[in-house]
């Protein structure tokens, strides 16, 4: 299965040439490391960046220059700074193209749940509740089941939600999957993963048809 990279490497193949992204916190801020050199890409944070680049290099750090997630970043040439309403302005307005994000559940219509776990205190709900509401495209990035081995694909989420309906594809450490009318239909394996482990980790449904590719990172 993979790892945390390999996550974010398989959803780097997702952005296309001349895409606004927004990166959620966590694994997607992975994504702008993997991106392919050949294609131009504006990756957007929502505190108030246009143009970040890739995480800085040990001793290369700026403390001013972070992203929504307050990890330190680096900005390409001609990247530029605002304040976080013109920022959620392009977010409310539908100027990004792709917004990646993390879950902690997704459903089998595309609910997602990525904001708050009752009991445990958050700062608040950030940019996701915007975004989700805004996006036509979004992929989200996850571990396919929590630490208890339970699956966080499910038919129903759980917990609070962010936004419903609204999850296009999911990235996992075992699979990418495609949101559906009728569930998560199985697109590609993890390498070495088998479709009849990816089944046992869904709770949701999942639609098989026909040979189900390996990923290539």
Known sequence: MLDKTGIAKRIAKEVKNGYYVNLGIGIPTLVANFVRQDIEVEFQSEN?????????????EDADLINAGKQTITALNGA???????????????HVD??????MEVSENGDIANWKIPGYMVKGMGGAMDLVASAENIIVAMMHTNKKGESKLLKRCSLPLTGVDCVKKVVTNLAVLEVTKDGFKLLERAPGISVETIQQATEGHLIIEGPVPEMEL
């Not at 108030?48 to 290369?60: A, C, N, S, Y």
Request: no cysteine.
């Open 48 to 60: 108030g960046i246009l143009g970040m680049g890739p995480f800085p290099l040990d001793g290369e």
């Open 80 to 94: 530029s700074y605002f304040d976080s309403a013109t920022s959620f302005s392009m977010i409310r307005g539908k």
């Open 98 to 103: 792709l917004t990646i994000l993390g879950a």
